[in-house]
């Protein structure tokens, strides 16, 4: 079987093409428009900005080949921005472009008070028996990452809706032309079995009207691996005590990347994050070599994995400058779905509160413009400073602590720190937060230098500050060392998501433990299952 993926040069399209290729299909890329008239079964993966994508679509001269494709019930699978081309317009787009208008119906944002992007693994209720469906449980969680979602007039091209506060369409279909909101490429077997539905199902069209009822949005379990160069050279996942990897002077070496990042695939972690820690040290394009972890490891993994270390704008010895956004752009075709960004978010930051003017030139406003608020993450790496009252740091976000300094302070901010904690700012973490998601980022992971490593439980009295500060997703990070931790956090505060890294790595605690323990306190999680 051979599929037409439209690769239109945003996003991630290299998960999708791994997927394609997992499953044993042949890929065919769009490089003219003829390529879509002649394809027999269509892709069109999109991610990132709508207004950004029908432009390229517009210059590309795709409008009109991709409405005579899909006329002709050729069958069509969108994704994400995919789907929302089909529609008549977004209100992620002001430029007046021309959408494929095929299906009836606007793209709208999301109006909610939870948070924005409506990011993680969520269920969804069935409205037609579609075999798109086919061999999978309403039980299901896919995963979704997006601002915006459509509005269909006509509702009978509904083929799933996701509750999010209010249920919203996650699917759509009319005859062979379907589309997904969520990223079955992303969403574990269960996507990889849609996947596969859609490209080897004979016949593909609904067979009628049903209402099956899935469950809720998860919270997430995310795997981090710090990796570095040791001192003999190799690439290695290692893990530090508040932010001291070494161990009698040698980095300590917890494992391979790839393999690391496997095993918790298989485990059912809902996501992994690579943070390259010394990336701030050298150009992270130079030797690539995360480049190559990500290329190897989006082959076997189809859970979303985000980037960190060293995005910032560079300029080399001879002189030539290369954007944040260059290093993002590879990445991204490397494999990530998110990047983050931790020291230049700082920089950025600090200019932003003092002038009050967004540039539209840093690293954040560039990238979520071009590949959407989702895409960007920020790193955050604070410390507790303890003060006898709120007067003794008025600049700051002070708060009243439970757990009094070392001067018996009963109060404390968090001032954030970059290049790995080695240098400390003149800020503190929810400003910073608050800052970075006026200039467009998506999500905040919130590390903890005081707790990082300790195995004493996340810093909640942080989580609570940071997350009462902003409306994005807040992925709680630091401190993780049993079941019961995550537990806590998600019971005392609104963090969407909890990541660890130590107790995964020396194998204490495996992912899987965590959700059943979550699972038992009624807190909804993703089972990973094999289809
Ligand atoms: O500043 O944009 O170059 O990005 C560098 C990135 O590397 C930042 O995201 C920063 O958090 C990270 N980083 C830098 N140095 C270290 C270090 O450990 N020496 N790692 C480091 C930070 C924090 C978490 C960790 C959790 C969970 N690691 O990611 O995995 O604290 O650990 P635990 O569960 O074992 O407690 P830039």
Redesign the pocket.
């Known amino acids: 079987m051979k599929i037409t993926l439209l690769d239109y040069g945003a996003g991630n399209v290299r998960s999708v093409a791994n997927a394609i290729e997992k499953l044993g299909a042949q890929i065919k890329t769009v490089t003219t428009p003829a390529d879509i008239l002649n394809a027999e079964k269509l892709l069109f993966p999109g991610v990132g900005n709508y207004e950004n994508m029908i432009r390229v679509l517009n210059e590309k001269k795709y409008i009109n080949p991709l409405r005579e494709y899909i006329k002709a019930d050729k069958p069509f699978l969108g994704i994400c921005l995919g789907m929302q081309a089909l529609f008549e317009g977004s209100e992620e787009d002001f430029s007046g472009n021309e959408s494929l208008s095929i299906l009836k119906g606007r793209v709208k944002r999301f109006k909610t008070n939870l948070a924005v992007p409506h990011i993680g693994w969520n269920g969804v209720n069935l409205k037609q028996e579609s075999p798109l469906f086919n061999g999978i449980d309403i039980d299901t969680k896919f995963y979704f990452v997006h601002s915006f979602h459509i509005v269909p007039e006509n509702k009978d091209v509904v083929l799933t809706t996701t509750t999010y506060d209010y249920d919203f369409v996650s699917s759509v279909q009319k005859g062979n032309v379907m589309g997904t909101q969520f990223h079955p490429e992303k969403s574990g077997n269960a996507g990889l079995k849609l996947l596969e539905n859609f490209i080897y199902q004979k016949e593909l069209k609904s067979t009628g009207p049903v209402d099956k009822k899935g469950k809720g949005l998860t919270k997430r379990i995310i795997a ?1 691996l ?1 990796v570095r160069t040791n001192d003999h050279g190799d690439l290695v996942v290692t ?2 005590d508040q ?3 070494r161990d009698k002077g040698n980095v300590r070496n917890l494992g391979k990347p790839v393999e690391l990042a496997k095993r918790y695939y298989d485990e059912g972690a809902d996501e992994i ?1 690579f ?6 040290r050298d150009f992270p394009l130079k030797d690539m070599p995360m480049i190559e972890v990500l290329e190897k490891t989006s082959k076997n993994v189809f859970v979303p994995l985000t980037i ?5 704008d560079y300029t080399d010895s001879n002189g030539i400058t290369y954007t944040a956004l260059d290093v993002a752009a590879r990445y991204f075709r490397s494999g990530a779905d998110k990047i ?6 700082v920089e950025i930051a600090l200019e932003f509160i003092k002038t009050k003017q967004k540039t539209g030139t840093s690293s954040i406003e560039q990238i979520s413009k071009v590949y959407g608020n989702q895409a960007v993450v920020i ?1 955050i ?1 604070p410390k507790r400073v303890y003060v006898n009252s709120p007067d003794d740091a008025k600049k700051h976000n002070v708060i009243k602590t439970q757990f009094k300094g070392p001067g018996n302070e009963s109060y404390c901010w968090y001032q954030c720190t ?4 080695r240098i400390a700012k003149d800020l503190d973490a929810a400003s910073l937060a608050k800052a970075c998601e006026q200039l467009g980022a998506g999500e905040i ?1 919130l ?2 230098i005081d ?5 004493s439980g996340f810093d909640i009295e942080l989580i609570q500050l940071v997350k009462s500060a902003v409306s994005i997703p807040v992925i709680a ?4 060392g049993c079941e019961e931790h995550f537990n806590e956090v998600f019971q005392q505060t609104d963090a969407e998501a909890a ?5 995964f790595h020396r194998k204490e605690v495996p992912v899987k433990d965590v959700k059943d323990h979550l699972a038992k306190n009624k807190i909804e999680v993703r089972q990973n299952r094999h289809i």
């Open positions: 981090c710090d893990k530090g932010y001291d990897v994050t943070l390259n820690i010394t990336g701030f960190g270390g060293g995005i910032k983050s960004i931790g020291s230049d978010a790193s790496d970059v290049q790995g904690g992971l590390n903890c707790k990082d490593g300790t195995n990070s630091s401190g993780a990541l660890a890294a130590g107790i």
